[in-house]
């Protein structure tokens, strides 16, 4: 692997890599790249923090309301951790509508920061689901469900499936939770949209072809936005691109952020 520049290096050589989970019912940091993490830090010192709202960051986040204001908060959290790390300059890989929406919002209001950045599924620009998933039905056959819609065969990944089930119910379930998870829905009309004609960084957005959650025209619209985008439909995937082609995912986020 070439050489880490200066501005996102980390103290060992590898540059920095930020990986911002996706904003499933019960989702955390350590589940969400667990296919990948130990992969990605083979080349680079992986940060993958519990976003607003989600695992460790439930208590503390009421009075937010509607995606753009969670958007924008996530993307105030990210940058206080990066001052707290004392990283002036770092890549990123935000993961659908809640870590690919946090990374939109991050290279609008900080583009400094930020060297190259990898969005997937959409990065929450799609239009909102017609009903708030899984708390309408709170078992373990609901979260089952919704979690082998994110993948293209869900026969192919029973038993992690089975696994993750459990876990993220349980943390579906904590206090504050379910209030945190359906004020990410709210149709509110809360600050203004982001301009993506304006964030001129370097962006992969990366699209699972049999993506049941977010279809491939949102990614196709997104990158038609941004000054600086390219596509890439990786096939035979879905919404979980990393879970399902965990190698191609890691070669093409590595080939992108090194190039």
Request: glycine share 12%; net charge negative.
């Amino acid at each position: 692997m070439p050489a880490a520049s200066d501005d996102v290096a980390a103290t060992d050589g590898r540059p920095v890599l930020l990986l911002l989970h996706g904003g499933g019912p019960g989702v955390d940091a350590e589940s969400n790249w667990a296919s990948v993490r130990s992969r990605l830090s083979a080349g680079f010192r992986c940060l993958a923090p519990d976003l607003l709202g989600f695992g460790t960051q439930i208590a503390g986040s009421a009075g937010i309301e509607g995606p753009r204001a969670w958007a924008r908060a996530r993307a105030r959290q990210v940058l206080d951790l990066l001052d707290r790390e004392g990283l002036e300059r770092v890549h990123l890989v935000g993961n659908s509508a809640a870590g690919g929406a946090a990374a939109l919002a991050l290279l609008s209001m900080a583009p400094d920061r930020i060297e190259r950045a990898v969005v997937m599924g959409g990065a929450g620009t799609g239009p909102l689901p017609p009903a708030v998933p899984f708390y309408d039905d709170p078992t373990r056959e609901s979260m089952r469900a919704t979690l082998g819609r994110l993948v293209a065969d869900g026969g192919v990944h029973g038993d992690l499936l089975d696994e993750l089930a459990e876990l993220r119910l349980r943390q579906a379930l904590r206090p504050g939770a379910e209030q945190a998870f359906r004020s990410m829905f709210a149709d509110v009309d809360g600050p203004p949209p982001i301009d993506l004609t304006r964030i001129t960084t370097p962006v992969l957005a990366l699209h699972g072809e049999c993506d049941r959650v977010s279809p491939v025209e949102v990614s196709e619209r997104l990158v038609d936005s941004l000054p600086d985008a390219r596509l890439k439909v990786v096939a035979g995937t879905g919404h979980w691109i990393h879970v399902d082609r965990p190698d191609e995912f890691c070669s093409l986020v590595g080939e992108f952020l090194i190039s």
